[in-house]
């Protein structure tokens, strides 16, 4: 059964490099969503994809965080010119429909570490 | 010093024992929450929901009651096993009609065989 995949599942990097995380979702699912998560943390929330409406970036730390997605599929992480503060495990998860009263199925995540 | 961050409330238990893990939510209008399960260097795995029309709601060994009026949420899990060692956390929808859901930061349940 494909699940949420996400590549790659660690990246090891220098400080001020770019990197960019990949998401594959669950096919039919239209919601897509990215979080961080720090060592012995919760869920940060980044960002928000819904079908083809404007995504809700609400949650980005940063200018040197963007992401895209591609209609209903595959969908990138950018982080540009990283910091080490930026070292943490990225999870993408996508839902049925709009996402709200849907559970989300989760990727095992990209393990992002800054040197 | 210590990080705060770094220590999830903890639940130790013996095999064998029932273990239950709770969440206190925010927002009395949530109608919709989820539990979840993290293991180790995995990305969290829907565990049981349940809608604000019930207060209790049972699957495989597990069983998620919902308390309304004290916004008390709890996941009994029966006759624990090792496998069971995760942490636990608990969603519910961010108020405001936002998509974007609320984690609670979660409780680590270790199983002693």
């Known amino acids: 059964g494909a699940g949420v995949s996400q590549s790659p599942s660690n990246k090891v990097t220098e400080k001020g490099k770019d990197v960019e995380l990949r998401c594959d979702p669950i096919?039919?699912?239209?919601?897509l969503y990215w979080y961080r998560q720090r060592l012995g943390q919760g869920l940060e929330f980044l960002i928000y994809?819904?079908?083809?409406?404007?995504?809700?970036k609400s949650g980005l730390p940063s200018d040197r965080f963007s992401a895209e997605r591609t209609g209903e599929s595959v969908s990138t992480l950018t982080i540009q010119r990283t910091q080490q503060e930026d070292s943490a495990v990225y999870l993408c998860?996508?839902?049925?429909?709009?996402?709200?009263?849907?559970?989300?199925?989760f990727g095992d995540g990209t393990r992002l570490s800054i040197l | 010093g210590e990080s705060v961050g770094l220590h999830l409330p903890t639940l130790s238990v013996q095999e064998g024992d029932n273990s239950i893990i709770n969440c206190a939510y925010s927002n009395s209008a949530s109608d919709y929450f989820i539990w979840y399960k993290q293991e180790s260097g995995k990305g969290p795995q829907f565990i049981i929901d349940?809608?604000?029309?019930?207060d209790k709601r049972q699957g495989q060994r597990v069983t998620v009651l919902l308390n309304k009026t004290v916004k008390h949420l709890s996941l009994q899990i029966a006759a624990t096993q090792p496998g069971d060692s995760a942490v636990y956390f608990c969603?519910?929808?961010?108020?405001?009609?936002?998509?974007?859901?609320?984690f609670g930061r979660g409780t680590s349940l270790i199983v002693h065989p």
């Open positions: 096919s039919g699912h239209t919601a």
């Open positions: 349940i809608r604000s029309n019930m």
């Open positions: 969603a519910e929808p961010s108020s405001g009609g936002s998509y974007i859901p609320t």
């Open positions: 994809f819904q079908g083809n409406s404007a995504p809700d």
């Open positions: 998860a996508s839902s049925l429909g709009a996402g709200r009263n849907q559970p989300q199925h």
